[in-house]
């Protein structure tokens, strides 16, 4: 899997990124919506082994992009504080919505 997180005003943190070992990396946002008058929150985690370089942007900060593909990488994804996605290469989980997709592998391999 790959992506590429821009930070169009980085803080000092951000550049080490770029050192080897592990990285957790929580991306949020929100939005207002209007109609039921609550905040609806989105949160990415990433944890990756390695990030590879670091590239400038053509307007300013920088441009990160990541490969998740060592056996240490997993990245969830949450939507109004609810996990949507959880992938778990290590521990063989694949989750959506609730469903894990992997856990009769898991089963089968005799890894509850």
């Given at each position: 899997?790959?992506?590429?997180?821009?930070?169009?005003?980085?803080?000092?943190?951000?550049?080490?990124?770029?050192?080897?070992?592990?990285?957790?990396?929580e991306i949020r946002s929100s939005k207002a919506n209007t109609y039921?008058?609550?905040?609806?929150e989105d949160q990415y985690?990433?944890?990756?082994?390695?990030l590879g370089s670091i590239e400038t942007t053509e307007k300013q900060g920088l441009k990160l992009p990541i490969t998740l593909c060592s056996i240490a990488a997993y990245y969830d994804i949450?939507?109004?504080k609810k996990r949507i996605l959880m992938l778990d290469p290590a521990n063989i989980i694949w989750e959506i919505d609730g469903v894990d997709y992997w856990k009769e592998i898991r089963e089968k391999g005799g890894i509850a």
């Open positions: 899997m790959e992506t590429t997180i821009h930070f169009y005003d980085p803080t000092s943190d951000v550049y080490g990124l770029s050192e080897p070992g592990p990285h957790h990396i039921k008058k609550r905040v609806i985690v990433l944890v990756m082994e390695s949450y939507h109004d």
